[in-house]
Nanobody, 116 residues
Framework: QVQFVESGGGLVQPGGSLRLSCAAS????????MGWYRQQAPGKQRELVA????????NYADSVKGRFTISRDNAKNTVYLQMNSLKPEDTAVYYC?????????WGKGTLVTVSS
């Protein structure tokens, strides 16, 4: 059974930092590129934030370049998203996904709220 469990979200002030984690199970984790996505409002399309492929080549949305860092630990079947210099517009539910896995599986996400 494929499962993704995101964690690490919370309330943070503008300029602050958070580290998100996504634990994967039911897949051979090291075989898949992994992506972080976010949904900023119900009904709004999820947008790609960052991806990390095999080997560890990374790609970022322009809106987060220089502030966010994606990484992975294949031994722990976990992908991370380090988020620095957070802005109110980063407020969203964040999800991870195994790129190319069909059908698609999504976790429940973790809520990040950036507000003073």
């Amino acid at each position: 059974q494929v499962q993704f469990v995101e964690s690490g979200g919370g309330l943070v002030q503008p300029g602050g930092s958070l580290r998100l984690s996504c634990a994967a199970s039911g897949i051979i984790f090291r075989f898949y590129a992994m992506g972080w996505y976010r949904q900023q409002a119900p009904g709004k399309q999820r947008e790609l934030v960052a991806t990390i492929s095999i080997p560890d080549s990374t790609n970022y949305a322009d809106s987060v370049k220089g502030r966010f860092t994606i990484s992975r630990d294949n031994a722990k079947n976990t992908v991370y998203l380090q988020m620095n210099s957070l802005k109110p517009e980063d407020t969203a539910v964040y999800y991870c996904k195994a790129e190319g896995l069909r059908p698609e599986y999504w976790g429940k996400g973790t809520l990040v709220t950036v507000s003073s």
